[in-house]
Nanobody, 122 residues
Framework: QVQLVESGGDLVQPGGSLRLSCVASGTIFSINTMGWYRQAPGKQRELVAT???????NYADSMKGRVTISRDNAKNTVYLQMNSLKFEDTAVYFCNALVRHRLVEPRVYSYWGQGTRVTVSS
């Protein structure tokens, strides 16, 4: 099993910045894609950004230019730098990881963290 623990969520004013972190631990041979998703009150969970093990990134159109996803493979950690935050960025942000548990088992499993809350308010 794998645990994902997010941190960094906070109350921030519009235009402010936050850096979210997510650390994966447990039985990990390798981690393929890691990503951030968010869920605002009354809305479905949506993609924010993903990053592959090789560093290829993908961003939601609404977040392009304002967020940067990065990862430290040695630490099994993914980061999300968010700038120019808006009221509509208020949400719980979830980390996701596609994990391969063992060398002899090529299948990957999807894991989610419990989320970290970001509130943008003046």
């Amino acid at each position: 099993q794998v645990q994902l623990v997010e941190s960094g969520g906070d109350l921030v004013q519009p235009g402010g910045s936050l850096r979210l972190s997510c650390v994966a631990s447990g039985t990990i041979f390798s981690i393929n894609t890691m990503g951030w998703y968010r869920q605002a009150p009354g809305k479905q969970r949506e993609l924010v950004a993903t990053i592959t093990g090789g560093g290829t990134t993908n961003y939601a159109d609404s977040m392009k230019g304002r967020v940067t996803i990065s990862r430290d493979n040695a630490k099994n950690t993914v980061y999300l730098q968010m700038n120019s935050l808006k009221f509509e960025d208020t949400a719980v942000y979830f980390c996701n990881a596609l994990v391969r548990h063992r060398l002899v088992e090529p299948r990957v499993y999807s894991y989610w963290g419990q989320g970290t809350r970001v509130t943008v308010s003046s």
